[in-house]
């Protein structure tokens, strides 16, 4: 008999800001292109519909009996450890008998799909592979206090300041400093005349509109865009899930 793969639910942060949830979705809906034969569906922690006790719901409700839970974060910082499994658990505690059987898939970072997906982003935006070694680049992350979170920011601007470019320096949009504009600033003092902000942020909001904000008040030369759903994201995405199911991540508990 044959059994439908497992379904892919996207665990997104959510935002009150509308652009928020239209990048998730569009994200997802690559995701979806790529793998027809998989469900593959999006929800929110807050601000925005589905929740993720509906999304799981809705799941269940059209047959499915096992899905993989992917954190949207690049991470894995509080929402990772805390926050997500704690909402899923008491989302699969909740549904009906028999429930669904629901793994925790990784967080996307850190990764080298990321770093492409920044590349891409910094192309997009005009900076030619060839100026590389003339362009200073401020890596902007939205932050946060998680010692593993911070340290995979160092590591990750420590790949890039040896990929060639002129310099990397870490901003940051909340918890912890510099800012953007601070980073940029510091850049532009120490004689570079071309500087790049590169917002490590999945989709648009509060936080990266301060990144925007901070890159060009401080007059910084190229402003790429957040990852949103580039291709290499997309494809991180399957990956994580294939990852999964592979390695046949911790299941929470299932519906009593």
């Known amino acids: 008999m044959h059994h439908p793969r497992p379904a ?22 690559r995701v979806r292109r790529s793998r027809p034969g998989v469900t593959v569906e999006p929800a929110f922690l807050d601000f925005t519909e589905p929740s993720v006790p509906d999304a799981l719901a809705r799941l269940a409700a059209a047959g499915a009996h096992e899905v993989v839970a992917l954190p949207l974060l690049l991470t894995r910082a509080f929402h990772a450890k805390s926050d997500i499994p704690a909402v ?4 699969t505690r909740a549904l009906p008998a028999p429930g669904v059987r629901v793994r925790l898939a990784r967080v996307l970072g850190p ?18 592979r060839a100026e590389r070694a003339s362009t200073a680049v401020v890596l902007a992350s939205a932050g946060s206090s998680d010692p593993e979170a911070a340290a995979v920011l160092d590591g990750l601007a420590r790949q890039w300041r040896g990929a060639g470019w002129g310099a990397v320096r870490l901003a940051y949009a909340s918890a912890r400093g510099p800012r953007t504009e601070e980073a940029v600033g510091a850049l532009r003092a120490a004689g570079w005349a071309r500087i790049a902000v590169a917002p490590y942020v999945l989709a648009p909001g509060f936080l990266p509109d301060r ?28 990956r994580r899930y294939e990852d999964a199911l592979l390695a046949r991540a911790p299941r929470l508990a299932a519906a009593a």
Request: proline residues 4%.
């Open 8 to 29: 892919l639910l996207v665990v997104a942060h959510g935002s009150r800001d509308r652009r928020h949830a239209a990048s998730v979705r569009e994200l997802v809906a």
């Open 88 to 91: 899923l658990e008491a989302a």
């Open 111 to 128: 990764s080298p799909l990321l770093t492409a997906a920044l590349e891409r982003r910094l192309a997009e935006a005009g900076v030619r």
């Open 211 to 238: 990144i925007a904000r901070g890159a060009r008040e401080a007059g910084a030369d190229v402003l790429a865009r957040e990852l949103g759903p580039a291709p290499e994201v997309a494809r991180l995405l399957v």
